[in-house]
């Protein structure tokens, strides 16, 4: 019974939708969130001419962000981090190598991390070369290895 209404998109809005495009939702949807937090505008012929304008120039802009963003994935999938920790002789840790350690590790190696881009399953606890995700952006991820050692 809910009545739909076509509405531009002035943002990219997750799983509805990117910035120009044009969506058919529910008219409550539109007005009590896409229209109050400027997500979207009615879908006029004016106003889709205009957005087709600032579609132009935010995709020249995404192209630039997209770039430096496989540069600087590219320059993380050659980091290759080391760290000795305490182990017993079967190369379990006593502790672990968590999030932190490895912001640590990389805050050394020069390259500013932040521990919630870090995407580990679990802490690592076991001597050997493991593979951490580091979340770039959306969903893109740069890979980087972690060597365990025992030692200290």
């Known amino acids: 019974m809910s009545k739909q209404i076509e509405v531009l998109l002035r943002d990219h809005v997750r799983a509805l939708g990117e910035c120009g495009d044009v969506v058919r939702v529910r008219s409550g949807y539109a007005r009590n969130y896409l229209l109050p ?12 001419r205009l957005m087709e304008r600032r579609r132009v120039k935010l995709d020249a802009i995404t192209v630039v962000k997209n ?32 999030a932190v350690a490895i912001v640590a590790l990389l805050a050394k190696a020069g390259h500013a991390v932040e521990e919630k881009h870090v995407r580990l399953e679990a802490p690592l606890k076991t001597v050997g070369v493991h593979s951490v995700k580091i979340h770039v952006h959306g969903e893109r991820f740069a890979e980087i290895k972690v060597t365990v050692t025992a030692g200290a």
């Open 37 to 48: 937090y400027g997500l979207a505008t009615e879908a006029t012929p004016e106003n889709k």
């Open 67 to 98: 770039a430096e963003m496989d540069a600087w994935i590219a320059k993380l999938a050659s980091v290759e981090l080391s760290t000795a920790e305490r182990a017993d002789d079967q190369g379990h840790l006593f502790g672990s190598v968590n």
